[in-house]
């Protein structure tokens, strides 16, 4: 079961929005060729083979989920959760359970998402999986900003900050403080929100996620235009421009080319807004998007 729990990790990378961040051929070959061929053995019974089933529901339901299947990410991550609590393995189940959330904050249950989140907190707090905390406050935070409530979103970003900078993670303090950012940006505390996504955009970029990169630099240049200066505006949109062309971030370089034409327009600049709206329907329209062109 091991190599099948690889292989969907592998398939999840090759579907990657990100054409930059899928494997290359060479990588995909190599992958490949070292899997052992034989498939796992049918003739497991009893807890050992219920274990590895959990694990790999659960893998399923992180793929239907990459691939936006909202109704199979749910089905399996359901399965996994049923399982993992007849198993009593804890760890799966409140894995299972931040799944389901994901999907209820994505339907905008936000009851739903908020109790299985909790559930998954103390769970992870029971068995002191300080990850698991981490993406649980995450969670409930993105919960509160479902509720426009921005700043009980605050107080949990910032402990969701405290337990990623305890164990470490800079992903997780990224994302930590790239929800500070926006609730700030909310509660019109921009000086905070500038402090918040200056550093999420060098950590992003320190390890690579050139698309949160991107859109915490859109987020500081928008912010810079309402504070009316132009100038920060004006680089920060540029710089999300060339972070977005450079990874084939279509829908990316389209907000920042939106960004810079209303900003020209704000600058009495009419000739290059002009351009800069051209530039973005073209690529609505590569997109297929006709309703961008409205």
């Given amino acids: 079961m091991s ?17 930059e961040e899928r494997p290359s051929y060479l990588q995909c070959q190599e992958t490949l060729q070292g899997m052992p061929s034989t498939p796992p053995s049918p003739t497991l019974r009893g807890s050992n083979r219920e274990v590895r089933s959990t694990a790999l529901l659960l893998k399923l339901g992180e793929m239907h989920w990459a691939q936006e299947n909202v109704e199979s990410a749910m089905h399996s991550y359901r399965e996994a959760l049923d399982l993992a609590r007849r198993t009593l393995d804890l760890k799966v189940t409140g894995a299972g359970l931040l799944g389901l959330a994901d999907v209820f904050r994505r339907l905008s249950r936000t009851s739903d998402a908020e109790e299985h989140t909790s559930e998954a907190l103390k769970i992870f707090t029971r ?3 300080d990850w698991g905390v981490a993406r649980c406050y995450l969670g409930l935070a993105r919960v509160q900003q479902l509720r426009s409530k921005p700043f009980e979103a605050e107080q949990v970003f910032a402990k969701a900050l405290e337990v990623y900078t305890r164990i470490q993670d800079h992903v997780g303090v990224g994302m930590a403080l790239e929800g500070l950012g926006e609730v700030c940006q ?34 500081l240049a928008n912010i810079y235009r309402t504070l009316s200066q132009y100038k920060e505006a004006d680089l920060h949109f540029l710089e999300a421009l060339n972070v977005f062309t450079r990874i084939g971030n279509l829908g990316g370089r389209v907000t920042a080319l939106l960004g810079l034409a209303n900003l020209r327009s704000l600058q009495s600049n009419a000739q290059e807004a002009e351009s800069l709206y051209a530039q973005a329907i073209q690529i609505y329209e590569r997109l297929g998007d006709k309703a961008g062109e409205t």
């Avoid at 190599?3 to 054409?19: E, G, H, N, Y």
């Avoid at 019109?188 to 950590?203: C, M, Q, R, W």
Wanted: overall charge neutral; hydrophobic content about 30%; aromatic content about 10%.
């Fill in 186 to 219: 909310t509660q019109l505390k921009y000086s905070e929100a500038i402090k918040y996504l200056s550093h999420t955009v060098g950590l992003y970029k320190g390890v690579g996620n050139e698309t949160g990169q991107g859109n915490s630099l859109v987020r």
């Fill in 3 to 19: 190599q099948i729990s690889t292989l969907c990790d592998f398939m999840m990378d090759c579907w990657r929005v990100t054409p």
């Fill in 127 to 129: 068995i002191g999986d």
